[in-house]
Nanobody, 122 residues
Framework: QVHLVESGGGLVQAGGSLRLSCAASGGTFSSYVMGWFRQAPGKEREFVAGINRSDGDTYYKDSVKGRFTISRDNVKKMVYLEMNSLKGEDTAIYYC???????????????WGQGTQVTVSS
C-alpha cells in the first residue's frame, strides 16, 4: 500500500507557473503507475497526466498538452507536475494518484492523495 502527499498548490495569475509535488511512502514506488487528476467545483474528477513505471512514457489530457509536464524520481519516490501558461480553467483541486496495474494511458487509481488547491486568477 502506498501513501501519497501532495504539495505546491497555491494562487497564481493567469499565464503563470506552479510546480506540484507528490511524495510517496510505503510500497515499491517504481512498481506504480503514477498520475495527476483534478476536480473543479461542480465537476467530476478528471485525468490530467500519467507516467509509466520505468520507461517514463507520459500521457496528458489534450487541454494541458504543451503546458504541463509530469515527471517522476523513483529514487526519491516523488512525482511532479510542472504547470506553465496556467489558465482560469486550470483552477481545481489536484490529486496525486497511483496504481499497481495497467498503464498511464488508462489510469485507474487505487490510491489517492488528499489533494492540493490550485487557483488561477484572471
Amino acid at each position: 500500500q502506498v501513501h501519497l502527499v501532495e504539495s505546491g498548490g497555491g494562487l497564481v495569475q493567469a499565464g503563470g507557473s506552479l510546480r506540484l509535488s507528490c511524495a510517496a511512502s510505503g510500497g515499491t514506488f517504481s512498481s506504480y503507475v503514477m498520475g495527476w487528476f483534478r476536480q473543479a467545483p461542480g465537476k467530476e474528477r478528471e485525468f490530467v497526466a500519467g507516467i509509466n513505471r520505468s520507461d517514463g512514457d507520459t500521457y496528458y489530457k489534450d487541454s494541458v498538452k504543451g503546458r504541463f509536464t509530469i515527471s517522476r524520481d523513483n529514487v526519491k519516490k516523488m512525482v511532479y507536475l510542472e504547470m506553465n501558461s496556467l489558465k482560469g480553467e486550470d483552477t481545481a483541486i489536484y490529486y496525486c494518484a497511483a496504481t499497481a496495474y495497467g498503464t498511464a494511458t488508462e489510469l485507474k487509481p487505487d490510491y489517492w492523495g488528499q489533494g492540493t488547491q490550485v487557483t488561477v486568477s484572471s
